[in-house]
């Protein structure tokens, strides 16, 4: 069983930045494929940026170029720098954890941007 309690949204004016925090419980969080997805109103759940257990990265082509996932093993922790915020990132953030076909979430993050 993982926890994942996830931190850091906000309310931030377009052009801004905000870091997204996910704490992991469980002692083999390295071996997770970690990933940040979106989900507003009306929509469907989007991946937004994904990490595997050996480091590689991808992300949604709406984010590439100003979002960054990172995670650190030592902290049990998965970042999502998000840089030049546009108001259709609006929405809520979920942490995800998969290994196998285990798969956990967080309660997710509120994130709204707007002048």
């Known amino acids: 069983q993982v926890q994942l309690v996830e931190s850091g949204g906000g309310l931030v004016q377009p052009g801004g930045s905000l870091r997204l925090s996910c704490a992991a419980s469980?002692?083999?969080?390295?071996?997770?494929?970690m990933g940040w997805y979106r989900q507003a109103p009306g929509k469907q759940r989007e991946l937004v940026a994904a990490i595997t257990s050996g480091g590689s990265t991808n992300y949604a082509d709406s984010v590439k170029g100003r979002f960054t996932i990172s995670r650190d093993n030592a902290q049990n922790t998965v970042y999502l720098q998000m840089n030049n915020l546009k108001p259709e990132d609006t929405s809520v953030y979920y942490c995800n954890a998969q290994l196998s076909t285990l798969r956990y979430w967080g309660q997710g993050t509120q994130v709204t941007v707007s002048s």
């Open positions: 469980g002692s083999i969080f390295r071996r997770y494929a």
